[in-house]
């Protein structure tokens, strides 16, 4: 929890990122062994809730649901008697934790609270209320760095718990877009670099690398940008099969345009460009973007010099002919087919994931004819034993017109 340093006779809640309750330097609930017990149940919605307090009917309705009890009222009551006795052992001091007031349950005012999401929430809200830019900035920095993760992450099945994980989360991107705008502004792109990385740990595949890039780039350290963008890549197509967002496009080629280097002889350069150290027989596999660029490229000097170029799309499919989009063999589906196209084609052919259980290959100087064969030997190296699973194809001619169908080809074998 993002506190400096935690003052005795005060109880320090963790909700984001993770559930912990720390009194007096020992934890009293949660942390890394926390359960979902109704003991923490009960505290979770009563320390988050300690302004208008809770209801008897919503805490029965959250802590049993829709379970079928004789006295549900008398249930409550034996969860919040052992409640306090337990926080009572725990070293808090003996009053009253839990009291209700005609038929709202509060967390007593005897022991104050000081909680992570609250605190948030309220620096959230005095930034947005705020016109002056300098206390505005300041306030948004801050309340993005007490944004350490989810709201109740081991939470997400309860419903009042994943709404307000989603409501805390847009107010995160609120604050976080809003600083990154005052920052730009100032052109202070080492904190830029910083709130990215910040922001990128904290709420993962969401794309806030961009803002690290801004400022790497914006700064001249280019090789640290391109590292960071191909490691990016790579993650985003690991965990979500996700390929780069039109922001993260936009910083790679802003890169390209201001990546500046020293004089040097041109024989330097060349040693610089060349791959000289990929031996791979095989295809040139690539990242989309780069894939991207050679396509535009190649594109042009089709329309120059007429070569016969085209444009494949491989995806896996199940027996039925319907790509498989999900499932645990998946990721392994689709690095067994990237294996058998990049074994296959030529060492002049480029290739790149394109999505989960999918690939582009652009096959430069082949036939339509040669198009066919090519599929056949990337289905003999892709195929294993009786599996229905296969590969569908569709080829496109890069110089393409409406007049050009489609080819359109599925290997399977019957278990």
Known sequence: MRVAEQRDGVLYVQMLGGFAATYNGRLAAGGSKASNSQFTQLLQILLHNRGKGVSRDRIERLLFEDRDMEDIHHALQSVIYNAKKKLEKLGLPKVNYIEQRKGVFFWTDEVPVVEDAAEFEALAREAAETEDPDRKLALCLEASHWYEGEFLPSQTAVIWAAQEARRLKELFC??????????????????????????????????????????????????????????????????????????????????????????????????????????????????????????????????????????????????KGNAITEGERLPELTRRMGDAIRHTVRRGDAMCQYGKGQFLVLLVNTSWENCGVIQRRINQRFNQGRSRIGIQYYVNSVFWTPDIDVADETARRSE
């Open 174 to 319: 609120e604050v976080t877009e809003t600083a990154a705008e005052l920052l730009r502004e100032r052109q202070d792109f080492f904190q830029l670099e910083d709130l990215g990385v910040h922001a990128s740990k904290v709420d993962p595949l969401s794309d806030w690398e961009t803002l690290t890039m801004e400022g790497l780039v914006s700064l001249g350290r280019y090789e640290e940008a391109r590292k960071l963008y191909d490691e990016t890549v790579e993650y985003y197509f690991n965990e979500e099969g996700l390929r780069p967002s039109r922001k993260m496009m936009a910083q790679f080629e802003r890169l390209g345009t201001e990546m500046l280097y020293q004089h040097a002889a041109l024989d330097f350069i060349q040693s610089e460009l060349t791959g000289r150290h990929d031996t791979f027989p095989g295809g040139y596999l690539c990242t989309y973007p780069i894939f991207q660029g050679i396509y535009r490229m190649v594109e042009r000097m089709v329309e120059r010099g007429g070569q016969s170029v085209y444009l494949m799309l491989a995806t896996v499919v199940d027996g």
